[in-house]
Structure formats: C-alpha cells, structure tokens
C-alpha cells in the first residue's frame, strides 16, 4: 500500500460545497480522508507528505468536450499526447467526441478508443459516440450497444442535426437508455458561409458573418423536442445571451437540460480576431462583449452548468491559411484552469462555483466517477498554486498541435501536480 498526504492546503470540494484548509489523505488509488478534520489523524508510516501551504488542492478537472486525432489524423493528436496535455492542465477525465476517421460509430471503435485509452493515456478518456452514422445525419446509430460497450454520451461533436424528427427519435432513445445526448445547435443554413460573428466588426474585415440566430433558433427548437421527449438534452456549446435565456426558460420549466460553455466564449470576444488571426477562428465564432458578459452571468447562476476547453487541435495545414479558409478549432486543455482562474481573480465567480463547472457538475451530468474529494472517492487530485504566474508559450505545449487562443497570454494560477487513481501523472 502506497499513502500520500497532502498537508495544509486549501481544499476545495464542490460535491460537499467546501471550501476549507486542510489534509488530505491519499491511500493507493483512494482518498481515505478529506478536509480540517484530517490533520487531526496523523502521517501514517512511511507515507509520502507533499507540504501544499499557499496551494489548493481540487478535484481533478472532467473536460467534456475535446477533439482528438486518433484514429485518423495522428498528426494532430492521439490520445497519448492529448492526455499528456490534460494532465499539465490538471484535467484527469475527458470525454473524447466521435469526429474522427472512421467516426466512433459503432462499438468496434468505442472498444479501440478505450482499449487504446487505457494502454497510452495517463488520464481517463471516456468515449462519446455518434447519433447517426457517419455523422451525416441521416441513419441513427446503434444507441443501445453503444452505451453498453462504454459511451457515455452521444453526441454529433462539430455537426448539427437539422432533421427534426431524426433528433426527435434519437432524444427518445436516449432516454431510454439512460444517455445523455449532447448538441451544438447550428443552423446549418442561416449564416452558413460564416465565418465570424455577423456584426460591425465582421463588415470591417470584409468577412461574412454568422447571426447569433443560427444558434438560438435550433435551441429553442430542441428545447420543444426535450420537452416533447423528456430525454435528456445537453446543450454542448453556447455563446450568445439569447441562448442563455433559452436554457434558462427550459430549467424554469423543469425540463432536463443541461449547458455548457467553452473557456473561449467566456474569456474572449470578436475583437480578439484583430486582423484575421486565424487561431480565433471558432466554432460558434466568438461573438460579442455583450454576450461574452451574459456567459460569466449564466455561469454564475447556474444557468450554465460546465465550462469545457472545446479542444480541437488543428496544424499549420489548416490554419496558416486566409481567415476565411482556415478551419475552425484552438487547443484547450493546457490553458482551460488558467484560463477561467480570470474570472476568480477578477471576482466575476467564485473559485467553488468554477472548479464546480470544471468536475463535479460534468461528473453527475455524465455519470462518470470523478469530480469529488470524500473520502473513498476515487484519488484524481489536481495542486494548484492559485497565485503563480506564467506565460502560455509554443514551446511548451504539450499538445501536438499549438493553435492557441492563449498564446503569450498571462495567467494567474498554475498546475503544480496533478494525480489520476493516486499516482502521479504530471508535475512540475
């Protein structure tokens, strides 16, 4: 037996909303004790004491929403690196989204993700599989024996479902097997050669632009379809107020929906874009001040639940390109805690309602086991110093590919060392 202590740290644990300096005791992959009360039982012999006065030590971080190369463009990111990079970020679960080559469409696939997962990562990767097949929107996947193989949620990652009574179907599935279904909704024909948020800005750069319309209107039309279906519905991805008004509605109605929100839309608006730098071209496209603002609100009251890194690493091929051409994605998992230490710092949300959004709130959502510290939890702990400062820097991203939004940003708040099933994956 192996025992670790982390000693006089400042422990934050949503899932017993607490917020407190303390011990915590680490035994082989379990933690044995959490909190004040810890100190009280001693350093077990020969165990391992980490002193973290000055530092927080939280849940390991669940990140929802990442994109990963393998199988079929490596060349961008397998799941060994993107783990690496997840655990420099204090990320110790992810739900990996079924856009590959071949799409994770099937169970054949759902096994390779989580076969190769556990030979290659140094974290938790769960799989998410597709709704249709080939992610065309047209034939529904096999729900039922993808969620038993060990999907944990469908979802169609980039694309959007436009037939209705297909999204109706699959919802009512879901449903039934106890899956949690998440969608970006996009018009795929309102703003659909848009490239930036339709506005101003976009006139002056000569690009053409995306209405905040093309997402609400999709919303709300699947906030009819959950209300219809009493599936749950995860919203994977907002960016406008109108958006949050809708889900806000949808909660106040009791309906089960859930939304998310990418470190991008609440740490950046369109004038980041400058001139056409590619690294911001996203999906939805950063949009306005006004609705950056309206997302640390939602995400205040509850309105959102999760925070997710959206991570989508793109090469030089397909972002060294006019703004225009280039593909739409930045990486995330590094910079996704630094990131949102902003608003804790800025005093926008408090640091138990962020490290909530980033696991606990995505652990229940999703079903998986992570995102608490009681006692004989699972040990995927995350140190971090909440005051060190750092440049985000090419050099050293552990992502294969470096198309960040943050590059060269200033942070204030960084990963110390991070432990998946009590061992320790990254430190630094």
Known sequence: MSTTVLQDARIVDPSRALDETGTVIIRDDRIVASGAGARNQGVPEGAKVIDCKGKAVLPGLVDARVFIGEPG???????????????AGGVTSMIMMPDTDPVIDNVALVEFVMRTARDTAVVNVYPAAAVTKGLHGEEMTEIGLLREAGAVMISEGRNAIANTQLMRRALTYARDFGVVLAHEASDPYLGATGVMNEGLYASWLGLSGTPREAEVIPLERDMRLAALTQGAYHAAQISTAMSAEVIARAKQNALNVTSAVSINHLSLNENDIGEFRTFFRLQ???RLEDDRLAMVEALRDGTIDIIVSAHDPQDVDTKRLPFADAAAGAIGLETLLGAALRLYHNGDVSLLRIVEAMSSAPARIFGLEAGSLRPGA??????VDLDEPWVVKEEDLRSRSKNSCFEGARFQGRV???FVAGKSVFAI
């Open 416 to 418: 110390v060392q991070t």
């Open 73 to 87: 463009a490596e060349h961008r990111e397998t799941i060994a690196s993107a783990s690496l990079a997840a655990a």
């Open 378 to 383: 699972k040990a995927d702990v995350t140190i």
């Open 284 to 286: 939805p496209p950063l």
